[in-house]
């Protein structure tokens, strides 16, 4: 059994890991998002300066969770699209929410980034699967 993802559906499911990050920490849940993380609009043109880093360091975590997620979708042997979206969701459910969870109580974190994050890899997680499904 060949368990090795297809090298291009791995970058093109950490693209999309990186934009749907984008739309969801950037857009959809930018105010609440900076407000829980304690960030005041003077802090910006600092934050700004490590932005390109933590861009960077998103988009490559963004590949090793596609690359991984695909070796257990292969794994599974999941074929289509919706099982493996099954197979991110219980991806999510063991690992993605599990260590969310344990930040959160013992890292006394704002009770919306479980919220903010935990949504994130709840959408995350499921389309990687997906992709990693039907493009082997």
């Known amino acids: 059994m060949n368990l090795v993802p297809n090298v291009l559906a791995t970058l093109v499911g950490g693209a999309i ?14 105010k609440p998002y900076q407000a829980a ?26 590949i090793l969770s596609s690359y991984v997620i695909g070796r257990i979708v292969l ?3 999941a074929a289509t ?7 991110g969701l219980w991806i999510w459910v063991g690992f993605g929410i599990t260590i969310i969870v344990n930040l959160q109580v013992f890292e006394h974190r704002p009770k919306p980034m479980l919220w903010i994050n ?8 499921p389309v990687l699967g997906g992709i990693m499904a039907i493009w082997k």
């Not at 890991?17 to 930018?30: K, L, M, N, R, T």
């Open 17 to 30: 890991y990186w934009v749907i990050g984008g739309a969801w920490y950037a857009v959809i849940f930018s």
């Open 37 to 62: 993380l304690g960030f005041s609009e003077d802090q910006w043109p600092q934050l700004k300066k490590s932005m390109p880093i933590a861009l960077s360091l998103f988009l490559i975590s963004g």
């Open 75 to 77: 794994v599974a042997n």
């Open 81 to 87: 699209f919706l099982q493996g979206m099954i197979v």
């Open 118 to 125: 935990g949504a994130f890899y709840l959408i995350a997680f």
